[in-house]
């Protein structure tokens, strides 16, 4: 048992370089950069209200969620909004949920989503949609999405390609990802 009190704050600048640091060790090189937190950190908060949280442990971030607001993603071709439940507009999208590998089985991730949660409910959220990697480690994502209530809309293979040929490195692929990404919803 964790035998530490673990803290939540919203995301914000100060903890950039952490949550990159620890994105890229658990999800790969060129998985996170400055660039990319400025972006992804901005389309989380929308009416003053900060959808992106950390973990901490004193001092030390072991965990963080990001998300985006809703209205303020585009989905793609791996969406299926026509299979969803609830209007694309009102529906957020879960873009990261990371823990250390030491934190990990304590109810860190369920809390950062509880907190995402009922900030995107504040925004006017009825969803929040995510792809979850089918290849973590005993399909743990999955597990654990589904666990918090996600519900599978289908599966997504190659999801992440694209991104291994521009620089991300998959820790599973050796070379070009051809993960498995779960498109799943969680409705408010």
Not at 46 to 51: A, E, F, P, Q, R
Not at 73 to 99: H, I
Not at 151 to 164: A, V, Y
Request: overall charge negative.
């Amino acid at each position: 048992m964790l035998d530490r009190k673990i803290h939540y704050l919203e995301l914000d600048k100060t903890h950039f370089d952490a949550v990159i640091a620890l994105g890229n060790h658990v999800h790969g090189d060129g998985y996170l950069d400055q660039d990319k937190m400025a972006e992804w950190v901005a389309k989380g908060i929308k009416n003053g209200i900060n959808s992106n949280f950390v973990a901490m442990d004193e001092d030390k971030l072991v965990g963080f969620r990001i998300c985006y607001s809703p209205g303020q993603w585009q989905a793609d071709q791996w969406c299926s909004p026509d299979m969803w439940k609830s209007e694309q507009e009102q529906t957020a999208y879960f873009k990261c949920n990371t823990v250390d590998a030491t934190y990990r089985g304590y109810g860190i991730g369920s809390k950062l989503l509880k907190l995402a949660s009922k900030a995107l409910q504040n925004q006017g959220a009825t969803a929040g949609v995510s792809h979850l990697w089918r290849q973590s480690p005993g399909n743990s994502a999955v597990k654990y999405f589904t666990k918090c209530g996600g519900i599978l809309i289908q599966n997504h293979p190659d999801k992440w390609h694209q991104d291994s040929i521009e620089g991300y490195d998959c820790p599973v692929c050796s070379g070009e990802c051809h993960c498995v990404a779960a498109e799943m919803i969680i409705y408010f």
